[in-house]
């Protein structure tokens, strides 16, 4: 967003600030210095929750200059100059001494200019409590290696690697800190932790490892290591290629500088918190690794996935933009890129990107299947099972993994009114995956919409129900279910516990109006069938709501026992 687009939104706010000194608005809007401090702050405050930080921060800067001593303020003033990668960021980070981001943001600025000293006396001041305990020692040994010093910062790990719960991670860096010495590093343990300890083939360490066994002369077990680390990753494959030539042939490495390791260690400090759902302070973790490492792919890779998760893809797609063509994960940020540019509307330009994808790794099959799923999402069903069958093609002997491609096939076939191939693909999804409750319901409900299967319908769904019990649509395919059984007294319980737990769902509240009908309450099911057609259904439902509010329940209940 420009400048003076903001200025425009917010106009109306401004104009009660006028009169305490600020100039007024021209046609292209003012510059920040033009506005007084309310109206900076107003300005300030909407730019940040439209994630525009490069209006937002120097508007908290303007603000800020006439209310000093605001403690709040100062809090925003710096978060938005961080996010913004603004110079004043440093500068804001020293008025808040207790904060542990402008802590980390001086640590960073004295090891960029090689002030080390400052650097540990910067991550010594860290909270003694949480994540930072276990960053702090990383973090420490880096900078030691930073003042000459690797053997210190390898000596400060090596406990830590024996003992502590976070093992492979501090192994990882001990590693790296004994290549980026000069050292010849020893990866057996790294080798050991990570066939032992639970998440340890992460694409960081996996990227270590094949380094290491590389320079060792073992090229195939290098190859071996990248493999199964794309494999639990869904667009990681792409990537193997280029990670595989990367490690093998052009031995380049991740870490190269002390300050490249900080890099990881932010990295790896955004990683956990995002997985607490922490996601503002790993957004500044994040920054932190960008702001000394502009070229960590893997760090705007994971900072696209909390752009998605705080409902912001255009945020991502800024993340992605710098990324060149040689980066080894280059695949994966366009594949990435294609979700976020579907995300935000741009569902052609994103199918011609997964196509050429697919083209381009014509024996992968996950450009097609997202491909599958965009055109499912813009109801073009008939196109989504095509492409769905080349993913299909593509896998020679499914395996649980693959549970979902034929879930979203059989409702893909379902939407084009292919119901024979659609049935034989839930319960190939339940064959790979015995009592997916995803599956089940879809199933199950779709029986029951035909009134086929029902015991058969009944009996998966309670067992899904029993998977998700506060499932409000497993819980409906229940009450419906019930409810074409004969047993009106039994769906209208099920039917409102559903109700209870998704009230805004159209579907729910057009079957409860159907069980209330069938009750006899046909001025409570009246009341439900405007309900759901106030919730914007399906536009097939649309007719059949209006038709039940016209005629009522035309369509005799199945009593199947």
């Known amino acids: ?41 107003l300005i300030a405050r909407f730019a940040a929750t439209e994630q525009d930080m490069e209006v937002s921060a120097p508007a908290y800067v303007r603000a800020l200059a006439f209310d000093p001593d605001n403690a709040e303020l100062r809090q925003q003033a710096f978060l938005a100059n961080l996010l913004a990668n603004a110079p004043e960021t440093v500068m804001l980070a020293g008025r808040l001494p207790q904060n542990p981001a402008a802590i980390l943001v001086q640590a960073n600025d004295a090891a960029r200019r090689g002030d080390w000293v400052q650097a540990e006396a910067r991550f010594a001041a860290l909270p003694r409590q949480g994540l930072f305990d ?25 406990p830590l690697a024996e003992n502590s719960k976070f093992r492979p991670l501090y192994a990882l860096h001990a590693l790296m800190i004994a290549d980026v ?35 060792e002369g073992r090229p195939a077990d290098a190859e071996l290591v990248l493999r199964r680390m794309t494999e639990q990753n869904e667009e990681m494959p792409l990537a193997l290629r280029a990670l595989t030539a990367a490690t093998l042939k052009n031995g380049r490495k991740q870490v190269t500088s002390a300050t490249d390791g900080l890099a990881e260690v932010y990295l790896a400090g955004a990683g956990a918190l995002r997985g607490q759902d922490a996601n503002e302070f790993a957004k500044v973790m994040l920054h932190l690794a960008l702001d000394i490492r502009p070229d960590m792919t893997p760090a705007r890779l994971l900072g696209t996935e909390i ?47 997964m196509a050429q994808l697919a083209s381009e790794h014509a024996d992968r099959p996950e450009p097609l299947v997202r491909m599958g799923s965009m055109l499912r ?54 064959d790979l995956a015995p009592d997916q409750p995803f599956v089940m319901n879809y199933l199950a409900y779709s029986w029951a919409d035909m009134g086929r299967n029902l015991p058969r319908a009944r009996a998966m769904l309670e067992r899904a129900a ?42 729910i509240n057009s079957h409860l109006g159907d069980a209330y009908w069938a009750a006899g309450r046909k001025l409570e099911a009246q009341f439900q069938w405007r309900r759901a057609l106030a919730l914007n259904p399906e536009p097939d439902d649309v007719g059949k709501l209006e038709a039940k509010l016209r005629d009522g329940l035309t369509i005799p209940v199945t009593r199947t026992p």
Not at 18 to 31: L, Y
Not at 487 to 492: E, F, I, K, M, T
Request: aromatic letters at 6%; glycine letters at 8%.
């Open 181 to 215: 010495a000069g050292q010849k590093p020893d990866g057996s343990v790294l080798l050991r932790l990570t066939q032992t300890e639970p998440g340890g083939s992460n694409l960081q360490v996996a990227r270590e490892l094949a380094t290491w066994m590389a320079a």
């Open 307 to 353: 752009a998605v998760l705080t409902k912001h893809p255009e945020a991502g797609l800024q993340l992605l933009a710098p990324v060149r063509a040689d980066d080894p994960l280059f695949d994966v940020v366009r594949f990435r890129r294609a979700l976020l540019l579907d995300s935000t509307g741009k569902t052609d330009e994103a199918l011609a990107m």
């Open 377 to 430: 999402t813009k109801r073009r069903f008939p196109d989504a099972v095509a492409a769905y069958d080349r993913a299909v093609a593509l896998i020679a002997a499914p395996g649980r993994n693959n549970w979902p491609l034929y879930y979203e096939r059989g409702i893909a076939l379902e939407r084009a009114h292919d119901w024979p191939r659609a049935e034989q693909d839930f319960l190939r999804a339940l």
């Open 1 to 41: 967003m420009q400048l003076h687009r903001a200025f425009l939104l917010v106009l109306t706010l401004l104009s009660a600030c006028a009169a305490g000194g600020s100039t007024p608005i021209g046609p292209d809007g003012p510059t920040v210095s033009e506005v007084n401090g309310s109206g900076a702050l």
């Open 134 to 158: 276990i960053l702090r020692p990383m973090l420490v040994a880096w900078v030691r290696t930073g003042a000459g010093h690797p053997d210190e910062g390898i000596e400060i790990l090596r």
């Open 466 to 507: 029993t998977q998700r019990p506060t499932d409000g649509a497993i819980i409906d395919s229940l009450g419906w279910v019930i409810l074409r059984q004969g047993d009106v007294n039994g769906a209208v319980a099920k039917l409102e516990r559903a109700i209870e737990l998704d009230a805004a769902d159209p579907t």
